[in-house]
Every structure is written in structure tokens, then in C-alpha cells.
């Protein structure tokens, strides 16, 4: 990659030589792939990877492709985003069939929409290729859904990570939305202010409110902790749970709990409505 697609020699609207995917890996089993991911992935001269893509998911690509980690994780030293966009410029223009490989799906907490606004911009059409997302994995690989008809007529998808500057969520808000709406909360990224979260969406949510922590979704690895909203920070603390993990909130882990331990775990609760 020995030249720059910001030079003159890469005008606005130049032709598109290569090609660019971004494609997600899943939650970390290879299993889990799409066979649309798994061909973009085989089919790739060159595939930037993030830090969060399992060794056995790379392990798909061609033995002649060029693979170049970009890792990017919280509270870990990461490869600045403008320089990955300008790796994926560089290797589109010289003719290469680029993957941009990435944890879960590109488009929920993936920075996947920079990247094509970037592209696109440039000049270069993207590609993107969903994956299952580790909110979804982790609980259902507790055997317990997102939404239920009779308990959760939705799900909230959010991340416990404002970039700098930016307020981030109001949870106080969203606790009183989700327990009016009757909604799952799973929270991306939000182990390092989880006491803050937690002290948040007390305001809204009762102290009872089933939750679960699930770290390492979907991988051998993978733990777990059910617990309730109240107890959320002392159970991260008590049982040593760390990043990456998601959090769950709402009646729906209470399926989880019934799994564990079914003489002791109450019913999902009926709400009046």
C-alpha cells in the first residue's frame, strides 16, 4: 500500500479499481457466520480486522491475502479511525478486493456507517454484509429471547459509551420508556459506567428489574451472571465480570433464571395494560 488516495493522484470520482466489504464476523463463533460473510471473507486479497474477530474466523481467509489487524476497544490502545479509512482507500485504488472484518454486525456499534460515509465520499461504492450481533447471541444462548409478546414488546439496542463531548444517554428517560413500552434494554459497552447506568435507570425501573450480564458471547468462554437491576454493579464486581460484555435489562431474563433454577425463579411478570 505505497501510495495516498487523498493525493492528486486519487481526484474525487476516480475509478474504482478494487472493491469494499464491510462485513460482520459475528459474535465470535464461526458457526455463526452468514455464508454470504463466510464467501466475502474467502474471496478477500486484503481484510482489515478488528480486535474483537476471533483467529478461527480469520482462519477462513485465503492463505495468499494480506491480513492487517486494526484493533479497536474500549479503554485499549486502538488504531486511530482515520487511518483504517485510509488503509481502506489505499487498497481499494491499487485493485485489491478489500473485507473490512468486524465484530458482531458493522452497523450496530461498528462505526460501519462512518466508513461508507467516508467511502462513499471518496468515491468508492461498499458493500455491507450483516452479522449476528452479540446482544442477540449472548441471550439466546442462555435460552431466553429479546422480545416475548406477553412481556417485551420491544428492544433497545444502545451503547453505555458516549464519545467525548457528547452528554450520551439519558437513562432516566429510557427507564421510563422501557418499563411504559415494555422494553428490553441490552447495553453495549457499558461495563465501565455501570454503576452510573445503574443508578440512572433506578429512576424509571424498579430495583427488581431482572438483569444478566454476559461476557464473551457465543465464545467457549463465554460467562454469565443473572442478577436484578439493584444488585447490577455489586454482581460485575463480585463475580469479576469484564469487557467485552453486554448488559440485558428486563422481564425477559427472568427465562434465564427459570432455566437455572427452575423451583426458585418466579414467573415472567404479568403487567397490567
Given at each position: 500500500?505505497?501510495?495516498d488516495?487523498?493525493?492528486?493522484?486519487?481526484?474525487?470520482?476516480?475509478?474504482?479499481?478494487?472493491?469494499?466489504?464491510?462485513?460482520?464476523?459475528?459474535?465470535?463463533?464461526?458457526?455463526?457466520?452468514t455464508l454470504k460473510a463466510?464467501?466475502?471473507?474467502?474471496?478477500?486479497?486484503?481484510?482489515?480486522?478488528?480486535?474483537?474477530?476471533?483467529?478461527?474466523?480469520?482462519a477462513?481467509?485465503?492463505?495468499?491475502?494480506?491480513?492487517?489487524?486494526?484493533?479497536?476497544?474500549?479503554?485499549?490502545?486502538?488504531?486511530p479511525?482515520?487511518f483504517?479509512?485510509?488503509l481502506m482507500?489505499?487498497?481499494?485504488?491499487?485493485?485489491?478486493?478489500?473485507?473490512?472484518l468486524?465484530?458482531?454486525d458493522?452497523?450496530?456499534?461498528g462505526?460501519?456507517?462512518?466508513?461508507?460515509?467516508h467511502?462513499?465520499?471518496?468515491?468508492?461504492?461498499?458493500?455491507?454484509?450483516?452479522?449476528?450481533?452479540?446482544?442477540?447471541?449472548?441471550?439466546?444462548?442462555?435460552g431466553?429471547?429479546?422480545?416475548?409478546?406477553?412481556?417485551?414488546?420491544?428492544?433497545?439496542?444502545?451503547?453505555g459509551?458516549?464519545?467525548?463531548g457528547?452528554?450520551?444517554?439519558?437513562?432516566?428517560?429510557l427507564?421510563a420508556?422501557?418499563?411504559?413500552?415494555?422494553?428490553?434494554l441490552v447495553?453495549?459497552?457499558?461495563?465501565?459506567?455501570?454503576?452510573?447506568?445503574?443508578?440512572?435507570?433506578?429512576?424509571g425501573?424498579?430495583?427488581?428489574?431482572?438483569?444478566?450480564v454476559?461476557?464473551?458471547a457465543s465464545?467457549?468462554?463465554?460467562?454469565?451472571?443473572?442478577t436484578t437491576?439493584?444488585?447490577?454493579?455489586?454482581?460485575?464486581?463480585?463475580?469479576?465480570?469484564?469487557?467485552?460484555s453486554?448488559?440485558?435489562?428486563?422481564?425477559?431474563v427472568?427465562?434465564?433464571a427459570?432455566?437455572?433454577?427452575?423451583?426458585?425463579?418466579?414467573?415472567?411478570?404479568?403487567?397490567?395494560?
Amino acid at each position: 500500500m505505497s501510495h495516498d488516495p487523498t493525493s492528486p493522484a486519487y481526484p474525487h470520482g476516480a475509478v474504482q479499481r478494487g472493491s469494499c466489504t464491510l462485513v460482520g464476523a459475528g459474535p465470535g463463533d464461526p458457526d455463526l457466520l452468514t455464508l454470504k460473510a463466510l464467501k466475502a471473507i474467502q474471496a478477500a486479497t486484503v481484510l482489515l480486522v478488528d480486535d474483537l474477530v476471533s483467529d478461527a474466523i480469520v482462519a477462513h481467509a485465503a492463505p495468499t491475502a494480506r491480513v492487517v489487524y486494526v484493533g479497536k476497544r474500549g479503554g485499549c490502545k486502538s488504531t486511530p479511525q482515520a487511518f483504517i479509512e485510509k488503509l481502506m482507500l489505499m487498497a481499494v485504488h491499487e485493485g485489491e478486493n478489500v473485507v473490512r472484518l468486524k465484530g458482531g454486525d458493522p452497523f450496530i456499534f461498528g462505526r460501519g456507517g462512518e466508513e461508507v460515509e467516508h467511502l462513499r465520499a471518496a468515491g468508492v461504492e461498499v458493500q455491507v454484509i450483516n452479522g449476528i450481533t452479540a446482544g442477540l447471541a449472548g441471550l439466546t444462548a442462555l435460552g431466553a429471547p429479546l422480545t416475548h409478546r406477553e412481556h417485551a414488546h420491544g428492544v433497545v439496542f444502545i451503547t453505555g459509551h458516549a464519545k467525548p463531548g457528547d452528554a450520551g444517554t439519558d437513562w432516566r428517560q429510557l427507564a421510563a420508556t422501557a418499563r411504559d413500552a415494555r422494553l428490553t434494554l441490552v447495553i453495549y459497552m457499558g461495563m465501565s459506567g455501570a454503576a452510573r447506568i445503574q443508578a440512572e435507570l433506578l429512576h424509571g425501573l424498579p430495583a427488581h428489574t431482572p438483569a444478566v450480564v454476559i461476557q464473551h458471547a457465543s465464545l467457549p468462554t463465554q460467562r454469565h451472571a443473572v442478577t436484578t437491576l439493584g444488585q447490577l454493579h455489586a454482581t460485575i464486581e463480585r463475580e469479576r465480570l469484564a469487557s467485552p460484555s453486554v448488559i440485558v435489562v428486563g422481564d425477559v431474563v427472568r427465562g434465564v433464571a427459570a432455566l437455572q433454577d427452575p423451583a426458585s425463579a418466579p414467573p415472567l411478570r404479568q403487567r397490567a395494560g
